[in-house]
Nanobody
Framework: QVQLVESGGGLVQAGGSLTLSCAASGGRFGSSVMGWFRQAPGKERDIVAAVNWNGVTAYYADSVKGRFTISRDNAKNTVDLQMNSLKPEDTAVYYC?????????????????????WGQGTQVTVSA
């Protein structure tokens, strides 16, 4: 059983930065695709970014390309999402997710249905 715990959310002004962290325990973190999703009120849960097992290959949603960076540390079982130039439309609950036992390109896994384990979410609010 994999457990994921997010941290780092909060309130920030537009143009500011935040870094979200996800700590994983259990399972085989080093052979998983890790993803960050977000869900705004009344909207579906959408992919933000995902990273492959060794951190070399990443996928980004068009809306965050050039502003967000996903990274992982397999020695610490953590995955981070560095968010820069934040906009009010980035406001959402952000979730960390794990897709186990795969060495595939993370772009293959863009649907919430592709992921087996989820964190509880962390709120990010960007004020105008």
């Amino acid at each position: 059983q994999v457990q994921l715990v997010e941290s780092g959310g909060g309130l920030v002004q537009a143009g500011g930065s935040l870094t979200l962290s996800c700590a994983a325990s259990g399972g085989r973190f080093g052979s998983s695709v890790m993803g960050w999703f977000r869900q705004a009120p009344g909207k579906e849960r959408d992919i933000v970014a995902a990273v492959n097992w060794n951190g070399v290959t990443a996928y980004y949603a068009d809306s965050v390309k050039g502003r967000f960076t996903i990274s992982r540390d397999n020695a610490k079982n953590t995955v981070d999402l560095q968010m820069n130039s934040l906009k009010p439309e980035d406001t959402a609950v952000y979730y960390c997710a794990s897709k186990g036992s795969t060495y595939n390109n993370p772009s293959f896994y863009r649907s919430p249905m592709d992921y087996e384990y989820w964190g509880q979410g962390t709120q990010v609010t960007v004020s105008a």
